[in-house]
């Protein structure tokens, strides 16, 4: 189908002092697309291997987005055009670029569109333009952590806190030694954002043993996630403990709350007293994205089994005078349908001993679970710590296992949550507020 220029009497290029630009406006297929077409580089040929940029944009997209004050409001930054009374088989009837860099449209409806270059570019359908956009603000980076490696990341992701007190309003982060910012500053928070975002993990350390220091530092972000353990929660050993976190003795690798469709995605855990035995009350950590991608890679078919076979996860009880009865049903790994892995559910106490599969295919999940545990423990795998009193450990639950040593005496730590969506939000507004790409 051969472009068709439209609108011939009003339709220019325009180049701007600004922008040097030139760019011209076509449609392709029925009027089905409003080509741009950047003849910047056309004109200057000597240019080698000069390339023209099309920008292609599906013409019901743009109606549907016009940005007029009848079809968008500015205020509350959403769509108000009316998709009851929305013309699904409109066409542009005239197009051009104007002498302000804008693409102005008459639809077959009537209606009047006016979009910036800059606002279309940004929305660009072409594909390095919206895995930019993605990886900017929702795909984010993610390393997977090896155990053996864990020391030299904790030194990257070690801070320091100058918290002075519950009543300080603002909890500071200081930044690692290399850096240079200001503690307490919106680029540390963004940094430790990012690390935590990336590598799953985090330690502040340095930040006094008062109870309730997590729900300061969560202000930082937004907000603690309440569940069936309240807003906080102490792990320590408790007489008659409805949970197997609340007793001393060794706590196997798991995440929290698998029995969850929403489980707690951010885990904080606040060391407010530590074992004073030289050895007990330590700390287990182990990456589930690593664990995983090397099972997929060694061990397909097993990987398979996991990735696909729904497991019942459940917790029955009563905290704090709340009884609970929470189901959930889903494989151990959990991926998007991209093929990585969102979420991983790993927890001995909490797998159900309903197992709702066929009986056939009982035998085949136990190996495939098997090779999943023994690597989950591996000591390549694994980090082995030492928490102390002060240290605030952050992770991410969907991702991470964590476990500790057995101890003797007294082990206080506080525990909250929050959801990515909070982090990933303060996030997003401090690299627009720092101008950080
Ligand atoms: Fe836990
Ligand atoms: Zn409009």
Redesign the pocket.
């Known amino acids: 189908m051969q472009p068709r220029i439209i609108g011939r009497n009003l339709m220019r290029s325009i180049g701007s002092v600004f922008s040097r630009r030139c760019w011209t406006v076509s449609t392709e297929k029925e009027d089905r697309f409003i080509v741009l077409t950047d003849e910047t580089n056309q004109l200057d040929s000597t240019q080698p291997g000069a390339k023209t940029k099309r920008l292609i944009f599906p013409s019901i997209w743009l109606r549907d987005n016009c940005q007029c004050p009848r079809c968008f409001d500015t205020q509350a930054n959403s769509r108000t055009i009316d998709m009851m009374h929305f013309d699904w088989k409109v066409k542009p009837e005239q197009a051009q670029i104007s002498a302000a860099q804008q693409l102005k449209v008459a639809w077959s409806d009537g209606h009047h569109s006016d979009f910036s270059l800059e606002w279309l570019k940004e929305r660009s359908f072409d594909p390095d333009t919206q895995n930019a956009y993605l990886r900017r603000n929702y795909k984010f980076e993610r390393k997977a952590v090896v155990g053996e490696k864990f020391s030299g990341d904790f030194q990257k992701i070690r801070l320091q806190s100058d918290h002075r007190g519950v009543s300080s309003d603002s909890f500071k982060i200081c930044g690692a030694e290399t850096t240079t910012e200001s503690p307490g500053s919106d680029r540390v928070l963004l940094d430790w954002l990012t690390h935590l975002i990336t590598y799953g993990v985090a330690l502040i350390e340095n930040s006094g043993v008062e109870l309730g220091t997590i729900k300061i530092l969560a202000r930082r972000v937004a907000f603690l996630r309440r569940t069936q353990y309240g807003e906080t929660f102490y792990v320590e050993a408790k007489e008659g403990a409805t949970n197997s976190?609340y007793k001393a003795a060794a706590?196997q690798l798991?995440v929290?709350l698998p029995y969850n469709r929403y489980m707690p995605e951010i885990l904080f855990l606040h060391c407010i007293l530590q074992s004073k035995q030289k050895e007990g009350g330590e700390s287990h950590l182990t990456d589930c994205l690593h664990v995983g991608q090397e099972m997929k890679a060694s061990h397909p078919k097993m990987y398979d089994i996991l990735r696909s076979v729904e497991v019942d996860w459940s917790d029955i009880g009563e905290d704090s005078g709340y009884e609970f009865h929470a189901i959930h049903r889903e494989p151990v790994v959990c991926e998007n349908k991209d093929g990585e892995i969102r979420r991983v559910n790993f927890s001995q106490p909490q797998r159900d001993n309903h197992f709702n599969i066929p009986a056939e295919d009982v035998d085949s999940w136990y190996e495939a679970w098997s090779l999943f545990v023994q690597q989950v423990h591996n000591s390549e795998n694994r980090a082995l710590f030492r928490l102390t009193e002060g240290d605030i450990l952050v992770f991410d639950n969907t991702r991470l296992v964590?476990g500790r040593t057995a101890f003797n005496d007294s082990r206080i730590l506080e525990g909250g949550y929050m959801d990515w969506d909070l982090a990933h939000s303060r996030m997003r507004i401090l690299r627009k507020q720092l101008h950080v790409e």
């Open positions: 976190a706590l798991h929290d964590h």
